[in-house]
């Protein structure tokens, strides 16, 4: 047998980003070792004399790459599969089926380990490590990020982030949580990837890491790339760390407490970059990949002169998996594939609305016949001192509608903004249950705060409350804020940041913390710009800055009376239809609340004449979104 003359890097098309960057990083190791490399995209190659391949992330080639037949050929037998997932997970039990196939086995994770021989695949561990392709470009010219998160997007993870917005707030952050529904194949506006992740790395003073679920496993790439880039690592407790020692090179601790820990390691500078160095420097002279392209390159030679029985053809095909197919009831209009049952519940809600603005259409005529026809569209009802002589940049518009319960909270999260260019309107629609006194009492106690009270003398609606208080509004920017929400104090400064740098945004978001009576629920607006995406659904919030003139050419708020509730998500469509985009701030910036009777409960009821109107609203966004599939 020829000796090892090469090695043949196998990749999926369209495959995570993840995965070519650990390829990247081994190439690079092997060819200081003096051993040629190449790369097959989409196939397993043809055997050639001193070749073997190597597949890296096998469970990606087996979804996106060729058929079960081929998998089960004698090329997978002159194969390296090299497991990178966390056990437990689908991708990992995919994995290892792979594995069981190919001449040899190796994973990035004792546990991974582990898990293969059990599952009785012969694997062996490839120890990552320090890499010259891991350090950054380029030196940072300063650390102006103070915590990191980088990870895929998973129910725990947005749980406990939004914990601890109550410190993160006080920060500098940069949290971008990536889709798992999809191959993240190339960098974009929500995945962060090669030498622009590395250089956030080195940019970020800490970098967080929380795990997917319960099970601790030690996401060796991820706590060795910031290593690389001098960011200091807190993760919550994990196995298989070893031969990093905790305390020394990395702050581990429980997940409710990693944000605690990165603020004591904010604090104390010196030993946060003491810690770096010392990692950095342990894994440069104990731990250098240089051994794992070793043990590839070794593996492979083996591989070349053992002789492996014939394994049996797999009787199931391991390509792209169908469906899981779900039992569904046949009573049941909202999850049925009846056409009709969804026209049905489309009808339902219209006439719900219908009712609704019949209801405020008889209280109109009822005030105007009580006030002999003479109805103002909108009252003033208070204003403090400070109010008249105020030029604010940033005009807070809060729309209350009998909100008695949350108004003051959302009122003193504004007072409690550290931007002082900042005017609040509060625009009452006409509430019966004590609110508008409330706000009335607020701006008496906060006089040195430019604030106005506007009251509706009838009901009519969010969008009208909102457009109402845009037109009282004095500032260049609009920032709506819903009265059972609450902004942190950093969130203007965030916001009209991200628009003085970005003078050509049509407004600017940021990450809001979910909450309800049970606690923290989760994120919402954690992805970046992405019109493709924001045709499929709404993933930005009303609270939004935006700039009054964008608002006053869009003509505000729509009263479409098909876009009850997604008036906000109306007006980011026709803005990317325009060619126009927002900038996403990836920092947490409000509190949004989560209550089972918000006004969404009833948009929910049905989508079909929702999405009919954003479609003839905004044409273009639509068109390309369908053409691009």
């Known amino acids: 047998m020829a000796p090892l003359r090469e090695l043949v890097f196998v990749s999926a098309r369209r495959q995570n980003l993840y ?34 391949s190597v597949l890296v992330g096998p469970h990606e080639f087996a979804a996106l790459g060729p058929s079960g037949e081929r998998l089960g050929s004698s090329r997978m037998r002159h194969s390296i599969a090299v497991c990178t ?67 895929g997007a998973t129910a725990r993870r947005e749980r406990y982030l939004s914990s601890y917005a109550g410190e993160l707030w006080r920060h500098h952050c940069h949290l971008r949580l990536g889709d798992n529904s999809r191959p993240n194949a190339a960098a974009g ?26 099970r601790a496993y030690f996401e060796w790439q991820r706590v060795l790339e910031a290593i690389h880039c001098g960011a200091a690592f807190v993760s919550e407790h994990s196995t298989d760390f070893a031969p990093l020692v905790p305390g020394e090179h990395f702050l581990p601790g429980r997940p409710e407490s990693l944000h605690l820990l990165s603020a004591e390691l904010l604090a104390d500078e010196p030993e946060r970059a003491a810690m770096s160095a010392r990692a950095l ?52 209009f909202r999850r049925g594939p009846n056409p009709q049952n969804r026209e049905l519940l489309a009808t339902l809600k219209d006439t719900r609305l219908e009712m609704l603005e019949l209801r405020r259409r008889l209280d109109e005529l009822s005030a105007r016949a009580e006030h002999a026809g003479a109805l103002p569209e909108v009252e003033v009802i208070a204003e403090s001192t400070a109010y008249a002589a105020a030029a ?53 106690e906060h006089d040195g705060l430019p604030a106005v009270v506007g009251r509706h003398p009838v009901n009519r609606g969010l969008p009208a409350s909102r457009n109402t208080g845009v037109e009282i509004a004095r500032g260049e920017t609009i920032l709506p804020l819903d009265s059972d929400n609450a902004l942190y104090p950093s969130a203007v400064e965030r916001l009209l940041g991200a628009l003085d740098a970005d003078p050509d945004a049509a407004f600017a978001y940021g990450i809001l913390a979910s909450f309800s009576e049970r606690g923290p629920e989760g994120l919402e607006g954690y992805w970046g710009w992405e019109p493709k995406r924001l045709a499929e659904k709404n993933y930005i919030d009303a609270l939004a800055l935006v700039r009054r003139s964008v608002l006053e050419e869009f003509g505000g708020y729509t009263a479409d009376r098909r876009l009850h509730g997604w008036e906000d998500y109306d007006l980011w469509c026709r803005i990317a239809a325009r060619g126009m985009r927002g900038a996403h701030v990836p920092e947490i910036v409000a509190r949004y609340r989560v209550r089972e009777d918000s006004m969404i ?10 999405r009919r109107a954003l479609a003839e609203r905004a044409p273009g966004l639509f068109a390309a979104a369908t053409a691009d599939r």
Request: aromatic fraction near 4%; proline fraction near 6%; hydrophobic fraction near 40%.
């Open 19 to 52: 995965f070519d960057e650990l390829t990247d990083a081994l190439r690079h190791e092997l060819a200081e070792v003096g051993l040629d490399t190449a790369v097959s995209v989409g196939e397993l190659p043809a055997q050639r004399e001193g070749s073997v």
């Open 85 to 151: 997932e966390q056990p437990g997970t689908a991708w990992h039990e995919r994995g290892a089926r792979i594995a069981g196939l190919a001449g040899a086995a190796l994973d990035i994770n004792r546990r991974g380990v582990r898990a293969l021989r059990r599952r009785g695949v012969r694997a062996g561990l490839l120890q990552l490590g320090y890499s010259e392709s891991w350090r950054p470009p380029d030196p940072a010219p300063e650390r102006d990020i103070d915590v990191c998160f980088l990870g």
């Open 189 to 214: 506006p929500s995945f962060t990837a090669g030498d622009h992740k590395l250089a956030l790395l080195a940019r970020s003073r800490v970098l967080i890491n929380l795990h997917r679920d319960d």
């Open 281 to 332: 420097e342990f894994i440069r002279e104990e731990l250098p990949m240089r051994a794992a392209a070793e043990r590839l390159a070794e593996t492979a030679e083996r591989l070349l002169v053992q002789r492996r029985p014939r394994l049996p053809r797999l009787p199931v095909r391991i390509g792209p998996e169908a469906p899981e197919l779900k039992l569904r009831s046949l009573l049941s």
């Open 392 to 444: 604010p940049r940033v005009s807070v518009v809060v729309p209350s509608y009998n909100q008695s319960a949350h108004l003051l909270e959302a009122l003193d999260s504004v007072a409690s903004l550290r931007d002082a260019e900042v005017e609040l309107i509060v625009v009452d629609d006409a509430s019966d249950d004590g609110s508008l006194d409330l706000a009335r009492g607020w701006i008496a």
């Open 601 to 610: 409960s009833l948009t929910n009821i049905s989508d079909v004449d929702a």
